[in-house]
């Protein structure tokens, strides 16, 4: 019982955390971004790969969660 109780709480942690982690990076690499379009627009597409980088951290943090928790 108390090991269920602890592979629930490291599933939370490891959304929880890589969710913080990509909500930290998302914000630093946007308003950089947003500073860098406003003096040269023809790097949209760079700064877009960029931003969206940092997603595949909680994807990763979801895989993780359910390996811990027996789904995979």
Do not use: H, N, Y
């Amino acid at each position: 019982m108390a090991v269920e109780g602890l592979t629930a709480i490291g599933a939370g942690l490891a959304i929880g955390l890589t969710g913080l982690a990509t909500a930290w990076a998302q914000a630093k690499i946007g308003s950089a971004g947003v500073g860098a379009l406003a003096e040269d627009d023809s790097i949209f597409g760079k700064v877009l790969v960029l931003t969206a980088l940092p997603e595949t951290m909680i994807i990763l943090g979801l895989v993780v969660a359910l390996v811990v928790a027996g789904f995979i």
